[in-house]
């Protein structure tokens, strides 16, 4: 099992900005893939930005140039720098561990962490 901790979500004005910090811990050998997801109500959970082992990067294409994704392997910790924030950037964000389970895919999330950007 893998266990994700959060932190750094909150309250800001519009363009302001926030880091996202996401901590694992337990079984995170052979873990491939660290990221983001945001999730408002009434919709389906979408991927904000992930960083695959190696180091490349994907992003959701509306917060490009605005958000930055990196990871400590040291700390086994991936965090999300949001700048110039966006009222549509409120969310909640949950921090996302892909590793290989066996032969299978396996996917762990955190508790998630709410986002609110005031216009």
């Known amino acids: 099992q893998v266990q994700l901790v959060e932190s750094g979500g909150g309250l800001v004005q519009a363009g302001g900005s926030l880091r996202l910090s996401c901590a694992a811990s337990?079984?995170?050998?052979?873990?491939?893939?660290m990221g983001w997801y945001r999730q408002v109500p009434g919709k389906q959970r979408e991927l904000v930005a992930r960083i695959i082992t190696g180091g490349s990067t994907n992003y959701l294409g509306s917060v490009k140039g605005r958000f930055t994704i990196s990871r400590d392997n040291a700390k086994n910790t991936v965090y999300l720098q949001m700048d110039s924030l966006k009222p549509e950037d409120t969310a909640v964000y949950y921090c996302?561990?892909?590793?290989?389970?066996?032969?299978?895919?396996?996917?762990?999330w955190g508790q998630g962490t709410q986002v609110t950007v005031s216009s």
């Open positions: 996302n561990v892909r590793k290989m389970v066996g032969s299978l895919w396996a996917d762990y």
């Open positions: 337990g079984n995170i050998g052979s873990i491939n893939t």
